[in-house]
Structures are given as structure tokens and as C-alpha cells.
């Protein structure tokens, strides 16, 4: 149990150009889902937290206007990165936490998308 | 805000050794501590997690403590595997709030 996807796993895009990943939650509801980005060995890095229904709340420095997240139901938030630039090449995970159970707070990740931009 | 810190950064062991990953935090109010295990090019993946109200779990040869009045939690792997080569990251969070995460511990297990 407990499985998130992502898609696509790797991207390759033009400079200028958008980008969108989803996060899935394939057994359970996820009403809250968390978007990271990993540079090369280094840490997992919050961008923002994405409620079912609601605007999702950013971290300090991240550009909403340049990451928009969109969580429409309890199993799907989707990342896209518009306009995108050289400097966005990352690895973005996907996490969701599985809301139904009782006081879980137990965070389940996805398999990552490496996102290149030329 | 929570801060985390984790060490080693690098851990070298041979088969069958025990390793041990320790890692401290500064908000007392945090009571939840997972720990991750993270292969190359992979997600992190959930290995083991510990809440505030207990002071060790174990999942065969995986195990965490936690001290919450010193505020520092540790991973032990007993009879290490090449397998278990990867980035170990610790986290820690106050209810439903967002984790934080540790900086990471490379570890390689030599046959």
C-alpha cells in the first residue's frame, strides 16, 4: 500500500517552454501533497504544500507565479514549471499524506522527475 | 522554524558491521521522526519512523531511538548489506506540519 507515482519520470524542454508533472496517490487519498526539489547531493528542499481544494501555500523564495500546483482531487496534484530556464534543471519528488487515517502524518514519496532544460 | 542536523555525512562500513546515523533537533514540540532511504535517481523511501511517545522501535535489522530530552534520534542497521548502499536522510515534524529534513548520510557498505 502506500504508493505515489509521478510522471513523467525525466523531461527534456526548451528553454522558454512549460513543463507539467503529475503526483499521483494510486491507494488512498491524499488530501494533503508536498512538492520538493532535490539539487545533486543535496537535501530535499520544501517548495510548497498543496491542499485538496484549496491554493497551495509556498515556501519563502519560491515563485508561485513560475511553479503553479494545482491539487483538483484526493489523489492528483500536478507541478507545472512555466517558462522554464536552464536554472530550473532539477529532480522534483512528489509527496502525499494519506489524510483518511486517524492523526497519520506519515509522508509517502514518489519516484522523482529529472527535469532538464536546455 | 525546526533545524536538523545529521551525521555523519559519509559512512563507510563492511558487511556485516552495524551502522549508526545519528541526528538532532531543535523544536521540542516536533513528535514525529521518519527516516528515509533514498537510492540514486529514486525517491525517498520510508524505511522507519518513530513518534514522540515511545523511545525506540525496531523492524528487523532496522532500528531508531529517540531521546526527546536531549533531542537527538539514531538509525542502527545491524548486519549491514551492499544492498543497503544509499542516502539515509532523517526528518523531523510537530503534528501535521511539514518535515524537515536532515542534510543526509551517504552510506556505502563494502562486501
Known amino acids: 500500500g502506500a504508493v505515489v507515482s509521478q510522471h513523467p519520470s525525466r523531461v527534456i524542454c526548451k528553454s522558454g517552454t512549460s513543463v507539467k508533472i503529475e503526483c499521483r496517490s494510486l491507494d488512498f487519498q491524499a488530501t494533503t501533497m508536498f512538492w520538493y526539489r532535490q539539487f545533486p547531493k543535496q537535501s530535499l528542499m520544501l517548495m510548497a504544500t498543496s491542499n485538496e481544494g484549496s491554493k497551495a501555500t509556498y515556501e519563502q523564495g519560491v515563485e508561485k507565479d513560475k511553479f503553479l500546483i494545482n491539487h483538483a482531487s484526493l489523489t492528483l496534484s500536478t507541478l507545472t514549471v512555466t517558462s522554464a530556464h536552464p536554472e530550473d534543471s532539477s529532480f522534483y519528488i512528489c509527496?502525499?499524506?494519506?489524510?483518511?487515517?486517524?492523526?497519520?502524518?506519515?509522508?509517502?514519496f514518489g519516484p522523482g522527475t529529472r527535469l532538464t532544460v536546455l | 522554524g525546526e533545524n536538523v542536523e545529521q551525521h555523519p555525512s559519509t559512512l563507510s562500513v563492511q558487511e556485516g558491521d552495524s551502522a549508526v546515523i545519528k541526528c538532532t533537533y531543535s523544536?521540542?514540540?516536533?513528535?514525529?521522526f521518519p527516516w528515509y532511504k533514498q537510492e540514486l535517481g529514486k525517491g525517498p523511501q520510508l524505511i522507519i519512523d518513530?513518534?514522540?511517545?515511545?523511545g525506540e522501535k525496531k523492524d528487523q535489522r532496522i532500528a531508531v531511538t529517540l531521546n526527546k530530552t536531549a533531542k537527538h534520534f539514531s538509525l542502527h542497521i545491524t548486519e549491514t548489506q551492499p544492498e543497503d548502499s544509499a542516502v539515509y536522510f532523517c526528518?523531523?515534524?510537530?503534528?501535521?506540519?511539514?518535515?524537515?529534513f536532515g542534510t543526509g548520510t551517504r552510506l556505502l557498505v563494502s562486501p
Open positions: 523544536d521540542s514540540a516536533s513528535n514525529y
Open positions: 518513530i513518534r514522540s511517545n515511545v
Open positions: 526528518a523531523a515534524s510537530g503534528g501535521f506540519q511539514k518535515l524537515v
Open positions: 509527496s502525499a499524506r494519506d489524510g483518511t487515517g486517524l492523526g497519520t502524518d506519515t509522508q509517502y
